[in-house]
């Protein structure tokens, strides 16, 4: 009883491993958001080829 010790301090530690999580989530998040976007433009790209193509596949 007498060579008791506190508990160890790890305060810090934990808050540094919330801050690196939640900013690696917020990371994906944010390339989520970006693949989205870049999908969202290719699929119109498309659209608008494949209207140009189509009307000229129809004439022959």
């Known amino acids: 009883m007498l060579l008791q010790e506190a ?3 790890t305060f ?3 808050a540094f491993g919330f801050i690196v999580i939640l900013g690696t989530m917020g ?3 944010l390339s989520l958001i970006n693949r989205y976007r870049n999908l ?3 699929m119109e790209l ?3 080829l494949s209207a140009k193509v189509e009307p ?3 004439s022959t």
């Open 46 to 48: 498309l659209d608008e």
């Open 56 to 58: 000229s596949v129809e």
């Open 40 to 42: 969202e433009q290719d």
């Open 7 to 9: 508990p160890a301090e």
């Open 12 to 14: 810090s530690f934990m």
């Open 27 to 29: 990371l994906y998040l």
